[in-house]
């Protein structure tokens, strides 16, 4: 039995996995930057990520982007940890969009789902 | 509108009304202004020197706009009948109303005129359900405007209310004092904007909103039509219906926030303004013909909304499409899954019927190019993951135990799936026309995948499933004493033994061997099944049947849309045009507006359609129905890149020209002459004499 430690950091991790499994098929139709502002008490913590063709790039720049995301840091590392819902959050103004919100529902594709706990694969269970 | 409610909508913007325009809701009454399923306006209510007004007539000048003509007082007695109220009112970014009063009298007239406004801003799942809210309210009145609140954390709504003259604006609404002059009149115009607050930064609409503006709407409305072919043909009724469900369609578009200007069917009309996957599926198939963008957009977002992970509380597969999404307040506190939810056993595979189907009569080779990966990840989910039995059969049974849903079939209705003997099948569920979307699914998958990605070994594996399926179908689902297939294979692979509409969908799919056809439409246009308007959801004798029962009996113009288009298929171009002149009979009842569903009664017996007590109109489905019988009737079929017209139309109907049908081969005309005579009791009514 594995006792996993919860990742330090679930943004960073998501983030690095990103560039890691490249190029990504989900993200073949995701072509643009998004930014990330991710408060977290007075700091705000910043990700570029620049979408094409599936490539990722991720950088910590600050610059102008297509779509800029707001949230606190503490939701959106629940949410790349697949221990909160992204879509709810907006829904519920916890996570803000502006600008292309079709490049977010396209990264959407990437986000872990909850842990797995019930969830289990119905029939012939192929391991990932 | 029979229930005397009027309403207006844009989008899943929409306003629900009396016949004064009025609107005085209660947690679980369904009027009001609401916008992305919340209610931003629950009361709305005119007083003309404190007397409410009554009306003299409601004009429905478009989907989006309404004029009421009203005179003060209320009951027998008009207190003053020198004045003339008039409400115009259109739905945009909230809505607009004008609002004029005429004084017919030769004296100047005082008049208090005051609007009394307030919302519960409630979640359309509240309106339904009559939950009790959480967040707070509030209420300002500041230079000249009244602002409406709510707050539960970071889910701000808000209902702006502004007028173009002076008001003496509380809490409560606004008061306007003037004095009108001998025949002169007054007049101001009430805007009322629904608001998000973002972060403290104020929104006009939701960040997931793309309203139109206003006055585009005229001007889409009649490109919408001009695009559509155009339908000549003898029988009014038949006119008049097809311009009624053009219409109509052109209301139920919703533009989901990732799509821009593009559009997908909603549902309906008020509940369901938003994106589903089961009902934007079928109606795009249904008004492929007619109007093929509303396809390519119902694929796009269904396909980028597409599930990828394994989420027990919104029912979520890799590789599952969507039923629904919602972007209220419960959704967003996650105490409904909708964001979005995935229970649906039937999108998936329809998903991959729609891609083909789409190609074959558009020759848009790239969106399949576009969507390969999509439609390899819903022929994936049929194998990896519905088949919750281990049988090789699609069944459903919802992970989320608390507010998922329990049937995923279109039938979702708690006791829709019953033996002979009424007794309730148990979970998991296969319901047989699932079965046959997956047969056709594969079939479908298979042609794209030799013909467009080129992929020859994975057509080869789709074709010998299917293959197998329909073979193991054929022997497993068919009742061989009363020659049908069972409505379902219940959690113990038994089969669920009810006659039901159901079998109609198989002869759509394809699924059904040759041998068996014959039976199956012998079922469909028999007595226990056709009602002489149409085909029952579930055949009279069947225990639970019941001609009122929302899926147990009634009959639903969408599923004999789809039965009718099965007939064709098998080569019963006779019984299918039985089929298109009994709905589209009915359909002259509602002023070419068909219901949800009608009444199962025999024909012959109520003489009318008995439209079902709570139905939901216009529903998208239905207003697609005369749309794909006259698919049906037609014959029209894509051939490579022509348009084989084969028509079969029944006698009363005259004859018919579709012109200008958009498609792969650019725009084409097709005729024809009813000919195929039908049982006159249960056919058409006689077409209004020509001169």
């Known amino acids: 039995m594995s006792t996993r430690r919860k990742p330090a950091d679930p943004t ?117 | 509108m029979s229930d005397g409610l009027v309403k207006i909508l844009d989008g899943n913007t929409f306003v ?129 405007r009244l602002v409406l609140g709510y707050q539960r954390d970071t889910f701000t709504r808000a209902t702006d209310i502004s007028a173009t003259e002076r008001a003496r604006v509380d809490k409560n609404g606004l008061t306007f004092k003037t004095r009108i002059e001998a025949q002169d009149e007054w007049s101001t115009n009430l805007d009322v904007v629904t608001t998000v607050l973002e972060s403290g930064r104020g929104r006009e609409q939701p960040t997931f909103a793309r309203p139109r503006g206003r006055q585009n709407m005229e001007a889409n409305l009649k490109r919408w039509l001009d695009d559509a072919p155009t339908l000549e043909c003898d029988w009014d009724a038949l006119r008049e219906t097809y311009r009624r469900s053009l219409v109509d369609l052109a209301a139920l578009r919703f533009s989901p926030p990732i799509m821009g200007r593009r559009s997908l069917p909603a549902a309906g009309l008020p509940w369901f303004m938003t994106m589903f996957g089961r009902d934007s599926i079928f109606t795009s ?83 399949v190019h ?45 006791d829709s799936i019953s033996y002979h003997d009424g007794r309730l099948a148990g979970f998991p569920r296969a319901t047989c026309e699932l079965q046959g979307y997956a047969y056709d699914a594969k079939m479908r998958g298979a042609r794209l995948a030799r013909e467009i990605w080129k992929d020859e070994q994975f057509a080869g594996t789709l074709e010998r499933q299917a293959a ?39 002869l759509w799919s394809g699924i059904v061997d040759k041998a068996k056809a014959k039976a199956v439409a012998r079922h469909l246009l028999g007595t226990r099944l056709y009602s002489g308007w149409g085909v029952r959801t579930l055949a009279e004798g069947e225990g639970r049947y019941n001609p009122i029962g929302y899926h147990v009996g009634t009959v639903w113009p969408f599923d004999n849309s789809f039965i009718a288009w099965g007939l064709r298929r098998y080569g019963f171009k006779e019984e299918a045009a039985q089929v298109a002149a009994g709905i589209l009979a009915a359909a002259d009842f509602f002023d070419g507006r068909l219901p949800e569903a009608f009444g199962g009664y025999e024909r012959t017996l109520t003489r009318y359609p008995v439209q079902y007590p709570t139905a939901c109109s216009p529903q998208a489905w239905s ?61 058409l009514r006689e077409p209004a004499a020509r001169g």
């Not at chain 1, 221990?83 to 529902?105: K, P, Q």
């Not at chain 2, 890799?318 to 964001?339: C, D, K, N, Q």
């Not at chain 2, 989320?400 to 708690?414: I, M, P």
């Not at chain 2, 179908?473 to 159901?502: C, K, P, T």
Request: hydrophobic share 40%.
């Open chain 1, 12 to 128: 960073a991790e998501f983030f690095g996995g990103l560039v890691e499994h490249q190029p990504n098929p989900l993200l073949e139709k995701a072509n643009g930057t998004i930014r990330f502002d991710l408060r977290e008490g007075k700091r705000v913590d910043r990700w570029l990520l620049s979408l094409e063709n599936g490539e990722v790039t991720v950088s910590r720049a600050n610059g102008d982007a297509d779509c800029v995301v707001r949230a606190d840091k503490a939701l959106f590392d629940a949410i790349a940890a697949g221990r909160a819902n992204g879509t709810a959050a907006r829904l519920r103004g916890a996570m803000t969009i502006d600008g292309d919100v079709e490049l977010i529902v396209l990264l959407r594709r990437v986000f872990p789902g909850p842990p797995a706990r019930s969830a289990r694969r119905r029939n012939g269970p192929r391991q990932a």
């Open chain 2, 16 to 144: 629900v009304s009396d016949s004064r325009g009025d609107i005085e809701a209660s947690l679980t009454d369904p009027t009001g202004l609401f916008s992305f399923d919340t209610r931003f306006l629950s009361q709305w209510i005119l007083t003309v020197n404190g007397q409410r007004l009554t009306p003299l007539s409601t004009d429905d000048l478009q989907y989006f706009e309404t004029r009421f003509f009203l005179v003060p007082g209320t009951g027998t007695v008009y207190v003053d009948s020198k004045l003339s109220v008039i409400r115009r009112r259109a739905v945009g970014n909230g809505f607009r109303e004008e609002l004029r009063i005429l004084n017919h009298d030769e004296k100047p007239v005082d008049l208090t005129i005051r609007i009394d406004a307030g919302s519960d801003f409630a979640d359309l799942f509240e309106v339904k359900d009559a939950l009790k809210k959480k967040g707070t309210y509030s209420a300002r009145a500041k230079e000249g």
């Open chain 2, 285 to 367: 198939l249904q008004v492929l013909p007619f109007a093929p963008s509303l396809a390519a957009t119902t694929l796009r977002a269904l396909g980028e909304w597409q599930g990828t992970v394994v989420d027990d509380f919104r029912d979520e597969d890799p590789g599952r499409i969507l039923h629904e999404m919602r972007y209220g307040e419960l959704p967003a506190f996650e105490e409904r899954p909708h964001s979005p939810y995935y229970g649906c056993a039937d999108a998936t595979p329809l998903f991959v019927v729609l891609l083909d189907e789409y190609e074959r009569w558009t020759g848009d080779r790239r969106l």
């Open chain 2, 370 to 414: 576009e969507l390969e990966y999509e439609a390899r990840a819903a022929l994936n989910w049929i194998d990896e993951y519905a088949d919750l039995m281990g049988n090789g059969y699609i069944s459903y049974k919802r992970r989320n135990e608390k507010t998922g849903l329990e049937n995923q079939c279109w039938k979702d209705s708690w």
């Open chain 2, 468 to 506: 197998d399926l329909k073979r193991r179908f054929n022997r497993d689902f068919w009742i061989e004493d009363g020659e049908y297939f069972a409505l379902a294979l219940d959690g113990d692979g038994n089969q669920v033994d009810s006659l039901s509409s159901n079998i109609g969908h198989l």
């Open chain 2, 623 to 683: 207003t697609g129905a005369p749309l794909l019988l006259l698919r049906t009737m037609l014959g029209l079929e894509p051939v490579g890149d022509l348009l084989v017209v084969d028509p079969a139309l029944p006698v009363g109907i005259g004859h018919i020209a579709l012109l200008d049908i958009p498609g792969r081969w650019g725009r084409i005309d097709a005729f024809g002459r009813g000919r195929v005579s039908v049982d006159e009791k249960k056919g």
